[in-house]
């Protein structure tokens, strides 16, 4: 029966795959609000990377870096 147990997991892992991979499951998710996208960052947050954008440039010698974050 051992020889069985990994093709039973293979099985198993296939579905939770499919499930988690479908159009329901989804619609589902994106509808809980844990799930919902921030469009903007917390302050606390903001406030972090302004603190480790300021620690990376003196460390670099004032480089500016690419300027993604604002």
């Not at 579905?15 to 609000?33: D, M, V």
């Not at 996208?37 to 500016?64: Q, W």
């Amino acid at each position: 029966m051992s020889r069985n147990r990994p093709d039973r997991a293979k099985i198993l892992q296939d579905e939770i795959r499919k499930q988690f991979g479908s159009a329901g499951t989804s619609r589902f998710l994106h509808a809980l609000p844990g799930f919902q996208p921030e469009h903007r960052i917390p302050e606390r947050f903001a406030n972090l990377l302004k603190e480790l954008d300021r620690a990376e440039n003196e460390r670099s010698g004032g480089y500016a870096g690419s300027g993604a974050r604002s």
